[in-house]
C-alpha cells in the first residue's frame, strides 16, 4: 500500500520528507499491456521505443492519419476523419433549396511537497496564496496545507442563469468565467494564454458536477450507435510503446467494459454528439473564442497510462470531473514548437527532458496549456480518472490569416496592376535558382529587388476585410448548433404547433405581420459573405452535432435583404418591429422575417399564436 510504502521510504532515508509522487511510482510498478486478441494483461519486457508506426500526423493537415495524443478534442468527423486524433479538414460543399430570398445550398507544481532539485522557478503563472488560495503554480514551489474549497454555482444552476442573459457573447464570458474561477479572464488571457500552462486547484470534488461522468459514458454505450474509431479509442501506452486497439464496429458495453477492465484508456471523441449537457455547455463557450470549442473525455483505469507525451495544436482545459490523474508538462523544445500548426507525433522519454509542471489533478481541479506543450498523464495505483478536455483555436493563427490573404491579394493584383503581368527576365534561369546562389552578378540583386518590392505592394491589394469573412464561413462550419433554453424553444419556429389531426393539416401558417417583433436567436449563428457577384448568408441552427457531418450551410441572399439582415445584426439583442426592416416594401419586410424565421435564425418576442 501507500502507506507502508511511504513508511519504507521514510526509514531509508532518515526521516526524509516523502513525495507523494514518490510513492505513486514506486507502488506503479511493472508497466502492463493489453493483447488485443484477448484482451488480457500481460507482463511487458522493458523496451524503449518511440510509439507505433503511423502515430506520426501527415504534413498536408490535421485529420489525416492518427495523432498520439489529445486531438483537436472535438466534433467527430461522421468518417474518415474521425478515425484520426484531429477532428478533421473542412468539406466545403453545397445543397439545395429555393425561394426568393435564398436558395440553401450544402452549399508542475509538485503536490504538495518541495523538490529541492526543481526549487528553481520556470516562468509559470505564479498566484499569491493569500489573495487567491488554491490555484496552483510551478513545479518546484512550495505549498500549504488545506485550504478552503473554491466555491460557484452548479453547472445546473450556471446554464439556468445563462439562459436569461440576453446577449450570448456575455453569457460564453460568463461560463467561461466559471470556468476558470477564480482567476480572472483579463488575468488569464494576459499571463497564460498562448504563454504558459496554469493551475487551477479548487479542493472541491462537486465544482464541475453534472459536465460528464463515468455513468453517462455508460449510458452512452448502451443507447446509442458509438463506432470504434469514430466515436471510440481504446488506447494503451506501456514502456514507450502507444498501442491502439479498435476492433471494427459498434462499441458494445460488454466489449468496451471488458478492454478498460483490463487497462485500457477509453477517449470518447465527441461527447457533445451524445451528452445533451456538453453540446449545450460548448455551443456557449464556442462564442468566447470566436473558434470551435470541442471536446473529448478520457476514461483511465487505476495504475495505467493510455497516451504518449506528445503536444497539440490547440488551448487544452484539462477538466477533472472523477478520480485523480498524475500530469507531468514539459514546455516546447525550441521555437519552431511554439505555437505549433500541427500535433506532433510521439515522443520517447529521452527526447523531452524534465516537466515544467508535475502535479496530481482531483475532481474540481482544472489544467490549462498551449499548444506546443508536451504533456502526459497516468493514473495513481489506487484511483481511476475521467477528465474532459476542452480545447479551442485549432487552426486559428495570424498564418492561418495570411494563407486566405495572400492568394486573393496576388489575384487581385495581377488582375490590376500591369507590373505583375509583365514577363520575367528572359535570362532569369540563368544567374537565379540555389545553383546561383553564390554566383556574384548585378543581375541577382537587380532581380530580388524586384520580388521584394512585387511583394510590398501586395499590401494596397490584400482584401482583409474578405479573408476574415472567409475565416468565419469556415468558424461557422465548425460550430455545434445553438442548443434552445425552453423559453427560446417557445419564441421560435420550433414553438409553433403546426400538426395533422383530423384528417387535415392544423396550425400550418406563420402569423408574422408588421407589429410582431423579433431578433436574432443568438449573435454569432449567421454571417454575410460576398462571394463572386452574389452575398452568401452562412448560418449555424442546421449544422450536426457530430463535426462536419453536415456541408457548410448557407443562403444565397438577393442583395435588396442585405441591408435588413445588417440590421438585425446590429440591432441584437434588441427585438426590433418587422416594419422597421429597411426593405423595400412591406410585404419584403414581412417575407425576409418569415423566411428567417423558418430557418431557426430568428425568435419573437411573444410566441405566436396560429391565426
Known sequence: TLACLAQTRQGTESGARVSALWVYRSAAGPGLSVSLRSRRIKKRPKQSKRGVSGDCPAPAGPGKGEQPGAPHPGRGAAAGPGKGEQSGAPHPGRGAAGGKLGRSRKGKQRDGYLDPMQSQTSGLQEIPRPQLAGVGAERGASCPGPQEPITGPSLHGLLQELGRVQHSRQRAAKLFEWLIAPISPQ???????????????????????????????????????????????????????????????????????????????????????????????????????????????????????????????IEAFVIQLEGKKHWRVYGPRDDTEVLPQFSSCNFAQEEIGEPILETILEAGDLLYFPRG????????????????????????????????LLPAALQMAIEEDVEYRQGLPIDYLEYMGVVNSDVVDSRRGAFIERVQNL???????????????????????????????????????????????DGDVRDADIPINKGTQVRLLRHGIIRLCNEGNGVLLYYTTENSRVYHKEEPKYLEIDTEFTDGIEFLLSSYPKYVCVETLPCDTLDDKISLATFLFEKGLLITKKPLVPM
Open 187 to 313: 488575468q488569464f488571457f494576459e499571463q497564460s494564454w498562448e504563454n504558459k500552462p496554469l493551475l487551477i486547484r479548487r479542493h472541491n470534488l462537486a465544482y464541475y458536477q453534472g459536465l460528464f461522468s463515468t455513468a453517462t459514458f455508460d449510458a452512452i454505450l448502451r443507447d446509442n450507435d458509438v463506432q470504434f474509431g469514430v466515436n471510440l479509442d481504446v488506447t494503451s501506452y506501456v514502456d514507450g510503446t502507444r498501442e491502439t486497439h479498435n476492433p471494427v464496429g459498434r462499441a458494445l458495453p460488454a466489449v468496451v467494459w471488458d478492454f478498460y477492465r483490463n487497462g485500457c484508456s477509453l477517449r470518447m471523441l465527441n461527447p457533445q454528439a451524445f451528452s445533451a449537457t456538453v453540446w449545450h455547455f460548448l455551443s456557449i463557450l464556442q462564442e468566447q473564442f470566436g473558434s470551435m470549442a470541442g471536446a473529448n473525455t478520457y476514461l483511465t483505469p487505476a495504475g495505467t497510462q493510455g497516451f504518449a507525451p506528445h503536444y497539440d495544436d
Open 373 to 404: 506543450f508536451i504533456h502526459q498523464g497516468d493514473c495513481l495505483p489506487d484511483a481511476h480518472s475521467l477528465h474532459i478536455t476542452l480545447s479551442s483555436y485549432q487552426r486559428n493563427s495570424w498564418g492561418d490569416l495570411l494563407e486566405k
Open 455 to 501: 511583394i510590398k505592394k501586395l499590401v494596397d491589394y490584400a482584401p482583409i476585410d474578405a479573408a476574415v469573412d472567409q475565416k468565419a464561413k469556415l468558424f461557422l462550419h465548425d460550430c455545434l448548433p445553438p442548443m434552445l433554453t425552453e423559453h427560446e424553444r417557445a419564441l421560435s419556429i420550433h414553438g409553433l404547433p403546426a400538426r395533422w389531426e
